[in-house]
């Protein structure tokens, strides 16, 4: 289920990563890697474990300066530019990080309403007014916002740091793992949100997963990493089709049957 904000291969990138290479000492994780990202598109980034989806995350979003290569974003090439520049780029984007990430002793109004206060300068009462907007965004009900990340289930938890990531209406969306820890059904409720989001605000969001279900729901394009690079980023018919080993027994699998069987129910006579 592809919704119609799906990205024109006509338009320029909006995100344009161009012989990028991550090495830890002698550990190289990328070499030489390429990736677009759309806009409007919701890309899928898989991978088998260590293959480098969260280092390139963290490169895109400046958290981890690559070893080499170019970043382009919004058109403007990301390494070059100096600090204060870089963050104007960076507050177009909004980061959901795989735990969550949110301040245990505050509530969650009190979380999303920081950024508001730090980066806009919105006064305390505006900027939780604010939050309780964006908390409702994120489909958490009115009477959340004045509880503690301690007082939540795991589900909610997503929820509420998806609501900090929109704080500052961002223009690209970075999700690292969103689903894990969910069980199937809020699993399946989130990938309905991050859709809604992505038509509701016209976001592009570069997602990273290992949920199956997440790219047959909600990804136009799936982006899969091997040996440092991406072997292969296009439609989930194409990627499933592609000769590999890895992506064989990923899509192929039992799993993989399982969210393609879920994906394209078959018709009763
Ligand atoms: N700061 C760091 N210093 C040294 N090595 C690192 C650092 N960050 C990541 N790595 C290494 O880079 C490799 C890729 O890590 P990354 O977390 O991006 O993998 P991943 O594809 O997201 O894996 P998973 O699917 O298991 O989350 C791993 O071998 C990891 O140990």
Redesign the pocket.
């Known amino acids: 289920m592809v919704s119609a904000a799906r990205a024109s291969r006509n338009d320029a990138p909006l995100i344009r990563v161009r012989g990028l290479a991550n090495r830890?000492g002698a550990?190289s994780?990328h070499e030489d890697l390429d990736i677009d990202l759309y806009p409007g598109e919701i890309l899928g980034v898989v991978?088998?474990?260590?293959?480098?989806?969260?280092?390139?995350l963290r490169s895109i979003v400046g958290l981890?300066r690559p070893s080499a290569g170019h970043i382009e974003v919004f058109g403007e090439d990301l390494l070059g530019l100096s600090a204060r520049d870089r963050s104007r780029v960076e507050r177009r984007f909004g980061v959901l990080f795989q735990r969550g990430a949110l301040f245990t002793s505050l509530s969650l109004q009190e979380n999303v309403a920081l950024p508001l206060i730090e980066h806009i300068g919105l006064s305390r009462a505006d900027a939780e007014a604010l939050a309780r907007v964006k908390l409702a965004l994120a489909g958490l009900p009115g009477d959340a916002a004045i509880k503690y990340p301690a007082e939540l289930s795991g589900g909610m938890i997503k929820r509420a740091a998806l609501a900090r990531a929109l704080a500052l209406d961002p223009e690209v969306l970075f999700l690292d793992?969103p689903t894990a820890g969910l069980d199937p059904i809020g699993a399946a409720a989130f990938d309905r949100l991050i859709l809604t989001l992505r038509d509701a605000l016209g976001l592009s969001v570069f997602l990273?997963t290992?949920d199956l279900d997440t790219l047959y729901t909600a990804c136009d394009r799936v982006a899969v990493?091997s040996q440092g690079q991406v072997l292969v980023a296009d439609r989930l018919d194409v990627v499933a089709a592609t000769d590999d080993d890895w992506i064989h027994d990923y899509f192929h699998g039992p799993r993989g049957r399982a969210a393609h069987g879920a994906a394209h129910p078959v018709e009763e006579p």
């Open positions: 830890f550990h994780v991978g088998g474990s260590g293959t480098g989806k969260s280092v390139l981890l793992e990273v290992h990493l």
